[in-house]
């Protein structure tokens, strides 16, 4: 028997290639979960901000793009030697400030002859500072509260910190988190010590 020729007005099924709706149907699902994944990472774990001025000077200089490690303080409090990033008397309309923490809940801050003294003892740095000039409120013994922590920043003779009545001890509630990784600029791509 002879196909006619000509035109033909009836369907004719497609054939669906079923490897491929499998292949597509997987990216997509990748996609979103990679998506998903960045959401959270960003929302809820890491935050970028700028450091402002050089009062963290060499540790961080002026204008570096780091990331803030906002998850790690919901299950764990700042310790001395972190490089916490806060809002000072949690004031949302301040930039983003970049210290390292000195005293935690319940010390004894003083800074006597250009030296940080914790509970009677010699503060042991995480890096080599200068001599402080000026201890301002430090020269008198600071008792910290149950929430409350003591900044100053690594360039001690160049840092508005806790030192100053308008900074003053930081509430663990005015904590952003901790900075942990240099972005920018490349040279300086990498984490914080």
Do not use: C
Not at 140 to 169: P, T, W
């Amino acid at each position: 028997m002879r196909k006619k020729r000509g035109l033909h007005f009836g369907r004719e099924k497609k054939k669906v290639n079923i490897p491929v709706l499998k292949e597509v149907i997987l990216w997509g699902a990748e996609i979103v979960i990679v998506l998903a994944m960045a959401f959270v990472f960003v929302s809820y774990i890491a935050q970028r901000t700028s450091v402002v001025g050089q009062s963290m000077s060499p540790t961080l200089e002026s204008r570096q793009e780091i990331l803030i490690n906002r998850f790690i303080y919901s299950i764990s409090d700042p310790k001395p030697n972190d490089v916490i990033v806060f809002l000072p008397n949690g004031n949302e309309k301040s930039h983003y400030y970049v210290k390292r923490v000195i005293g935690v809940p319940n010390d004894t801050v003083q800074i006597k002859d250009g030296a940080v003294y914790v509970n009677g003892e010699l503060f042991e740095e995480a890096v080599e500072t200068a001599a402080i000039l000026d201890a301002e409120l430090a020269s008198e013994e600071i008792k910290l509260g149950e929430d409350e922590y003591f900044v100053l920043g690594d360039n001690r003779n160049n840092s508005e910190d806790s030192r100053y009545a308008n900074i003053g001890n930081v509430k663990k509630e005015y904590i952003i988190g901790k900075a942990w990784f240099i972005v920018s600029p490349f040279r300086d791509f990498g984490f914080l010590d």
